[in-house]
């Protein structure tokens, strides 16, 4: 396997985040867990975060501002519309931000999120949770390496060797 040291096209990185929104809030961070692997150039992670990314090397730290357009996109559509809960597994415990896919018109799947609950409704938006944010990132990159071509074919990192027990 090729020897990189930097972030670019086909290689998967493994980096701590801190993302904070516009208040200063801690939205999401990786720290105290493991830290995120995506594979660059794939789109795992929000366009505006992974230019920002390219070139890095491990244990480079840096903070990165991030428009909507270049992160979770504005705020697009409708707004939230019900779906009866009757709808969703019985066992499934549904909370607001959990995603789900959905077909539309062509079969694709495209992802809602979870909104709300109100009375026997689940609220579902196409919006992200995040959409129309401005995302605050504070990265330190742990680890690059070469991603194998099965990663690249699957389009996301499998674990830390590349063989991790993911099949599908
Ligand atoms: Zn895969």
Same mark, same amino acid.
């Given at each position: 396997m090729t020897t990189v040291t930097s972030a670019a096209d086909g290689t998967v990185v493994s980096i701590h985040y801190t993302l904070r929104d516009d208040d200063g809030d801690v939205v999401d961070s990786s720290v105290g867990n493991d830290p995120l692997d995506y594979l660059h150039g794939a789109s795992n992670i929000v366009p505006g975060l992974e230019a920002a990314m390219t070139g890095k090397q491990v244990g480079d %730290?840096? %903070? $990165?501002?991030?428009t909507p357009a @270049?992160?979770? /996109? !504005?705020? !697009?559509? &409708?707004?939230? *519309?019900? $779906?009866p809960r009757s709808a969703f597994p019985d066992d499934l415990e549904i909370e607001a931000?959990?995603?789900?896919?959905? *077909? /539309?018109? @062509?079969? !694709?799947?495209? &992802? $809602?999120?979870?909104? =709300? #609950?109100?009375? @026997? =409704?689940?609220l579902v938006d196409s919006n992200h949770? #995040?959409?129309g944010e401005t995302l605050h990132f504070e990265v330190e990159v742990m680890s690059i390496r070469a991603a194998t071509s099965e990663e690249i074919e699957h389009g996301h990192p499998h674990g830390p060797d590349g063989h991790g027990g993911h099949h599908h």
């Open positions: %730290k840096f %903070k $990165v501002t991030v @270049d992160g979770y /996109g !504005e705020v !697009e559509g &409708p707004g939230p *519309r019900p $779906v931000g959990m995603q789900f896919f959905v *077909r /539309g018109p @062509d079969g !694709e799947p495209f &992802p $809602v999120w979870v909104a =709300d #609950l109100q009375g @026997d =409704d689940v949770p #995040l959409a």
